[in-house]
């Protein structure tokens, strides 16, 4: 992904002038085989329309989207298709992403019609299969969502995303709307699913007690901007960002009873529409100086892992 952005036109009453929002403003990322690579971020860091922008749900203002060399924006319709076979997600919320209508074995083998594989007796076949994979039974082949708790349903979302048999998943917070006990269910499902299918993921979360269990590498986003790159041990143990630190710090404290926060919540986010020049995050950051107020830090790499967009690192390598 390579110098991504996306600007959304917004009113801000009925009959204001249109502004626009840069939900994501240059954004660099690898996504490699086989990995797990998280987005983290506070809502409305531009982490799902990162998602989405990468499997073209939503089209990029700018920037380019390479796999394996090939750049999305080149392709036509049809060899676009033949990729996106390869491109699946699933979503946050396991009640809204299903049609209530449908009979969960039509909507598991729906991206199947869609992609014009086998017939309708080996859809079926591989909507049983996909049942069992993800721990559901082959009886509720002809059950409705409504019939279902939220973490089966969850299920389901992931059997249809993975009835393609793709290579890359976008995670969009799956296990966001699920309970704190069916949630490590969930997580343990992908993780299962991503050694037996060999999938990559590109796992988008707000929760960093997740992310720290499911990711090999975290990006972290702020105000549509990817700031800090990392391998999990490495951004737990020396995080460089002001906004990682803080993040970090803002983690309950792990033991019982001592659940609540360690350090008072972060403070206000800008508005998106009238973003100060410079550094986005000058206003909540401890560090900063005149020089964050005027002018945008670029990102550098420390190492050959680890990359930040912030004026305290003025050594390293600058990144594109
Ligand atoms: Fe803080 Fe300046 Fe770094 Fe931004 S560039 S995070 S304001 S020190
Ligand atoms: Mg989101």
Known sequence: VKGLKKDFSVRTRFGAPKQVVKAINDVDFSLYEGETFALVGESGCGKSTTGRAVLRLIEPTEGRILYNGTDLAELGPRRLTALRKEMQMVFQDPYSS???????????????????????????????????????????????????????????????????????????????????????????????????????????????GVVRHMADRIGVMYMGRLVEVAPTERLFAEPRHPYTQELLAAIPAAAPGEGKLRRAPLGEMPSPLHLPPGCAFQNRCPHATERCRGEMPVTRRLDESHEVQCHL???GEVTA
Do not use: W
Not at 117 to 146: M, N
């Open 98 to 208: 299903l049609n209530p209508r449908k009979r969960v074995g039509e909507m598991i083998e729906e991206p199947l019609v869609i992609h014009g594989i086998g017939d309708k007796k080996e859809r079926t076949l591989r909507a049983l299969q996909l049942l069992e994979k993800v721990g559901l039974h082959p009886e509720h082949y002809y059950r409705f969502p409504h019939e279902f708790s939220g973490g089966q349903r969850q299920r389901i979302g992931i059997a249809r995303a993975l009835a393609v048999r793709p290579k890359i998943i976008v995670c969009d917070e799956p296990v966001s709307a699920l309970d704190v006990s069916i949630q490590s269910q969930i997580i343990n499902l992908l993780e299962e699913l991503q050694e037996q299918e060999k999938l990559t993921y590109l796992f988008i979360s707000h929760d960093l």
């Open 313 to 315: 690192y003025d050594i």
